[in-house]
């Protein structure tokens, strides 16, 4: 099975920097994914990182350690529309005619203050 | 392009009635996923189908739920006999391959809220 711990929820004001933290357990690895989800609405695909190191799209950036089963995704100039709940999920192979499925964090509630 | 679409949006059944979910990928989508999530709580894996097969039911119950995505037309989830449990909104995500393959990533719809009253 899978392990994948994040926070359950961060505060922080308008402007500021939030990281939030992942660490996954599993076999396999075949990629991780962040997504973004506003209440009652679909999740939304933010970052992958399958390599080492960090991907920087805009304010959002995704790093990746794999040997330490550990991933970070950084908000940046954060803006109030940034509140909403961030999912980490992890890909792996589970098996040779099984793999490509997602597995979800419980995501980590942003809350962005004035 | 017209994204994942899921119909109804909202669905409302008596306990012991069936509840019938329907997906229609994005085109040019072969791999379908099933997702459910619980309020407060993360997306709980499913199922995960391609045309006609259903690759991994792993995190699907054994009884009353069963999925399908046929050659033509759209993927059903199927809840036979739903109790109040099975409330929770029912996301399908779509994928041109299987996800982490060439950067295949998952494309959500907007989601079935079922409500089992």
């Known amino acids: 099975g899978q392990n994948i711990d994040q926070p359950t929820e961060m505060t922080a004001t308008e402007g500021a920097i939030v990281q939030i933290n992942c660490t996954y357990q599993?076999?396999?690895?075949?990629?991780l994914f962040w997504y973004q989800q506003h209440a009652g609405e679909a999740p939304t695909f933010l970052s992958y990182?399958?390599?080492?190191g960090l991907e920087e799209k805009g304010r959002f950036s995704s790093f990746l350690s794999r040997s330490k089963g550990y991933s970070y995704l950084l908000l940046k100039e954060l803006q109030m529309k940034d509140s909403a709940s961030y999912l980490c999920a992890v890909s792996s192979l589970m098996t040779t005619d099984s793999w490509g499925k997602l597995q979800f964090g419980a995501g980590t509630q942003v809350v962005v203050t004035p | 392009n017209a994204g994942v679409m899921q119909n109804p949006r909202h669905l409302v059944r008596r306990r012991g009635q069936e509840a019938r979910l329907r997906c229609s990928p994005m085109?040019?989508?072969?791999?379908v996923y099933w997702y459910r999530q619980l309020p407060e709580e993360g997306l709980k894996f499913m199922v995960y189908l391609q045309k006609e097969n259903i690759i991994d039911e792993s995190g699907m119950p054994k009884e009353r739920f069963s999925a399908e995505f046929p050659k033509e037309g759209p993927s059903i989830l199927r809840i036979q006999q739903v109790v109040r449990g099975d409330s929770a909104a029912y996301f399908c995500?779509?994928?041109?391959?299987?996800?982490?393959?060439?950067?295949?990533?998952?494309?959500f719809g907007n989601g079935t809220r079922l409500t089992v009253t």
């Open positions: 990182n399958v390599l080492d």
């Open positions: 599993t076999s396999g690895f075949n990629g």
């Open positions: 995500a779509s994928s041109p391959g299987p996800t982490g393959y060439y950067n295949s990533t998952l494309h």
């Open positions: 085109k040019g989508h072969s791999h």
